[in-house]
């Protein structure tokens, strides 16, 4: 009895984790270095059961960041390139670390990049922050994403490299499938 | 008298003689059909047991790949097509293992991903001052990065300046781009001017494999017609071991469809017109055609398969079989009598049997397959033609049946009649003819380089060329390698090759060469040598210093402080070996230019360039390294034909003496059997003396040959000889005659043969007509000449005449 109540909690917690959701999106990503602002924006598709996140970008048109599974791909304008997570540990890191910050699985992002968390609200919103513990040649120095508290749906997310390059999104127009 | 006894039994007993001959060969045929056939022509060399480059070296992979080039279009244009050539010729990919004519972006990538964790791996300890003088001159690097990160647009430019703003990367791959000597277009490969696209197919088979290889050639060709068909503006060209191989097998085979087919309608007309007969036809072709069955289904009980070069090889000693059948009939109408011609043709036509096989069983003591394969198969062909000659055959000649055509006869007659040891002109003449061989026998060349017996064609040879033109620069292209056991026992022996071929460049031996294994690949061992040398290297003392003269040198530049902190992070971090090998990030087509697992054993490939002059001290050089490998099919084969032919002069040294003592135990006569060897040795010392005069050399195929002149030799030799001793015991010089006109017909037939094969277009096809027609010419020549001038000779001295005379 206690094994299928097991069960059934760990469907349900599935269930109400599970997300499909469409919205507009702006990203900025400023550089530090050269104090450059770079804007872009497009439209994003989340699917956390297939393991499927779409960037399309509009600006600039025709690019786009694809999570298909354990695969990326990428059209940095009008560069192509398909890259296979698993050869590559930096992208599969990246990979796990949105789709698990974008399906409110923050605890596990954090605990696959050894980060200290924190978690605050503001309004409507709760602000988890992802802080890496030590300087590191790639990855983010700190990740902070806001999710609506009412549907668990993040609308920010901002993360910043080591070497001080910020990239902020923001998702707007949310409509969940 | 045994023949004899055999055909009055069989005569009697008709039904018993067709069942056996039609059973034996519905037998001998259905499993003769059965034999399997390799086209793989490295079984021509021995198996070298004690040689670990020999052993692996057919095997190889890297040395059996297909250089595919494009051109005549715009780059961009090219690379378009490149993908829809491709993706033709995929759609069927059997009997390709890879393919490499596109470096997509994502392996970059990855290849960039793999050497952010494992750094140290990459960096040998050599270049540890380089590294001071990195941070002693990070001002100077600093300006540049300023350019860098102010041109950047996507942040990727300022991610890399931040994890090296020393630029320590151009410490660790030095010049890696310019010794490969490609440049990418549209992620395609192309030459170094991008005018020729490049695309490199590696077969699942060996080069050597000329069936899957000529399939393979069959459905590239198929697909490069189609694709020329519409774009006519390109040019696809091919070349490569397979495509060498492919070219040769269908040449070779077309040449001998040819040859054998107009020789064979040349002979049956000639043979019809002289004796009147159209069963002439069939006569001489059943007896040959069971020898053959025979033979092939003795080869598919013994062997299961044989080698199709052996039996290609082996069609010639058809020839003997033939001369055998053409002795048996032409003697038959001359005497009208099957009983007599059996007692008069069964010894003679036996012991040229025997003694042709003696000529061909010192192949079995060579330790090439395929020359043994051809030694088994002739054997086999003649027993089963002889035998069906002197059983079967009597049987469907017929006693009243002498129609000849008159008028050729009387020309033969006069030709065979002359009394040519009575011409003390040609007597000198051919004595010359002969010294003359002989003193330049010793001359004759063995030509070791596989690739002249090889056929090339135009095409394949434009390819060579303009691959040569485009990316060697008119210098020599060759690779070396490195087998061991285990990948870091190769590695770490790729280490060693790696300084060697590194001090021949500096001592400009080589005037290019790349350590990019060395580079890329390394074994644990070293990698953690290396990584515990970075962490002595990056003190705390070390990473403060080199991050004061970053963050000093940025703050010059205006660039902020703070932003090289990934540097710091690369420089302190935690580091592990890693397999680049075993990652999968570097693609197979890629891959295998450099590291091939091959048998459990692990080879390291290195490319070089050189001026052609230094090919040999440099193979020389590295031939003797342990674990070294010249990878160069013709290198190793080379040393394999010169052993063959050290060989091969052993074995015709056993077929000699074999065929000596059988003449001897036949003829009981020292002298006489010395006589009748006497065409036979010295027809092999005219073919090389001559073949020397005209700058012919011996080759693996044409020497294989001189064992056919052997039995040849012998052959008319034992005729001419039983004529000869006809004559003495006052029997008339009827048999002599006989004997000559069906020698006469045997040796139509094979000059025939021989001049048709002058005209094949495949240099070893070619080079067989040549060498046996030599052989042949002065085996008649000593036959009709010398040995009746020496048995004349012996007839003078009494106790010799005494001797013979019984």
Known sequence: ?177 | MFFVAIYRFFKKHKALLYTLMVLSGAIFAFYGLKLQYEEDLSKLLPVSESSEAGHVFGNLKVKDKIFMQMTGAEPEVLAAYVDELMDSIMTTDEGIANTLYRIDPDIALNALDFAMMHVPSFVDTALYPQFDEAIANAGETMAHNQELIMNDETGALTQMVSTDPLNLRKCLMPDLSSGVGFTLVNDHLFCADSTVALIFISPDFQAFNSHDGRLLMKNLRHHVKVFNEAHPDVEVLMHGAVVRSGDNSRVMKRDIAITVGISMLIILIILCFSFKSFGMIWQNALPVAYGTFFAMACMYWLKGSMSLMSMGIGSVVLGVAVSYCLHVIVHQRFVGSIEQMLKEEALPVCLGCLTTIGAFVGLRFTQSDLLKDFGLFATFALIGNTFFVLVFLPHFLSEQECKRNEKVFRYISKINNYAYESNPYWVAVLSIFILIGIVFSPKVEFDNNLKHIGYESDNLHKSENLYAEKNNHGALQRHYAVIAPTLDEALDANNVLSQTLDSLRRAGVLTQYTPAVSVLFQSEKEQQHRINAWKRYWTPEKVSEAMTAVRKAAVDNELPADIFEPFRGMVEGDYEPGDLYESGIVPEGLLCNFIEENEGKYLIFNAVRMNPDHKGVVDECIAEMPHALVIDPFYYTGNMITMIHRDFNTALLISAIFVFVVLLFSFRNVFLALLAFLPMGLSWYVVQGWMAIFGLPFNLINIVISTFIFGIGVDYSIFVMQGLIAVQNNEGTRLLQYHKVAIFFSALVLAVVMVTMLCAVHPAINSIGICTLIGMASTIFITYTLQPLFFRWMMKAPFMKKKILK
């Open chain 1, 1 to 177: 009895m206690k094994k299928l109540l097991t069960i059934v909690i760990a469907m349900l917690t599935f269930a109400a984790s599970a997300q499909k959701v469409e919205c507009h999106f702006t990203q900025t990503k400023f550089i530090k270095a050269s104090g450059k602002t770079v804007e872009s924006e497009g439209n994003f598709k989340f699917n956390s059961n297939e393991n499927k996140l779409e960037m399309n970008y509009t600006k600039p048109a025709g690019d786009y960041f694809i999570i298909d599974g354990k695969t990326i791909k990428i059209n940095l304008h009008g560069k192509k390139s398909v890259v296979d997570t698993e050869k590559n540990a930096a992208m599969r890191v990246q990979r796990n670390t949105l789709m698990n910050c974008l399906s409110g699985n923050w605890k596990k992002a954090a605990e696959d990049n050894n980060a200290v968390t924190t978690q605050t609200e503001k309004g409507g919103n709760k602000i988890v922050t992802l802080t890496a513990p030590k300087t590191s040649p790639r990855g983010y120095a700190k990740i902070v994403i806001t999710y609506r508290k009412s549907d668990n749906l993040p609308v920010e997310m901002v993360m910043e490299e080591f070497n001080g390059t910020v990239t902020t999104y923001k998702l707007s127009n949310i409509v969940k499938k």
